[in-house]
């Protein structure tokens, strides 16, 4: 009999996916140079020569049998080296081989990280505005979704909600920084204040609530600064780490979950992780590129133009009256609506050929998102049409 439960998930299309088909069928129509297309978060610039150096190298150099054979069940333990000494030498870790397990990107990496720590009616909170695949990602554990509300003025944690909404059924967060939509990274801060709310209520509910920190972004950071690392700041974390964005590879499917070694139960779950595969059918990402992402997980392409969109884009938006944060990191930027429907808002721009994504799905409603992982030149032309839609269709905004 048919699953009736994915057959309803049909019926729920993504409206990222939905606005990116028409930008598709407009720009057949128009010509794709014509539309201005910031719905998806497919990174722009290419992959950095090295990746390709090293790709080409193995392939020339490494016994076949090895390069292209199966890799053991928790990973490629000189891949998994390799990765620790670069985050203990980035973030003043200490990691071992033992506390690394390569996935298929962050996704990958998340479902594993969830299985681990929750069970069958568990919660796993997550902040409001969070990626809507954390939906599936959650709910197809077992384990329920519970939302706490957005800080909207730094977007950084609502700790108000969270106190309220941290009972003793919650058994990890979900935290992405830096933020898709809203390009917010939290602070030092923010991580010391988390930390200090999850001692407390380990404590008082009498088990260690986990942390999984999603971090896909970590590399896309303005202004010269750094992503604090969240594992730095509560011992219980699973950082969940993606080279989609940084190395600009999403088509390779890899990154990695790195356990803090002072985490419960530190020395098993990397071990567990593989008995999690065996259940979704996981197994280890693809041998060749674990090897070729191992020796270059230090490099990233050139990330520069997504700073120089975003402050093109920030200071368009300003100067036309939007209500909008300054991202500090990734490629999004999340202003607030000229409207309350935020759908309509986004549905009247595109007839001025601008595919903006209504933010109602990343639990922001009244917001929209802009991923502008394009090309800078078609940010500059993407303005005008911006400000021709604004000054027609909101000619008395405040
Ligand atoms: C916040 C966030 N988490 C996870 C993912 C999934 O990343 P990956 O392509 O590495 O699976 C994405 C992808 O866009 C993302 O934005």
Known sequence: MINEHYLHMLENKSVIRELSEEATRKGAKIGYENVFDYSLGNPSVPAPESYKETLMEILNTMDPMELHGYAPTTGNPVVKKELAASLNKRFGMNYQDIHIFPTAGAAGAIAH?????????????????????????????GARIRIVEADTEAFQINF????????????????????NPSGAVYTEETLTRLAEVLHRKSAEFGHNIFLISDEPYREIVYDGKKAPYAAKFYEHTLTCYSFSKSLSIPGERIGYVAVNPACEKADKLVAMFGQISRGIGHNCPSSIVTIAMGRTCDDTSDLSVYETNMNLIYDCLKELGFTVTRPGGTFYIMPKALEEDSVAFCKKALEYNLVLVPADSFHAPGYFRMAYCIDTEKVKRSLDALREFVNKEYPDRA
């Open 160 to 179: 108000e909600d969270l106190e309220k909404k941290l009972t003793d059924n919650v058994a990890a967060l979900l935290i992405n920084t830096p933020n």
């Open 113 to 141: 990280a969830l299985r681990a720590v929750t069970k069958e009616g568990d919660e796993v909170i997550v902040f409001a505005p969070f990626f809507p695949e954390y939906n599936p990602y959650i709910n197809d554990t």
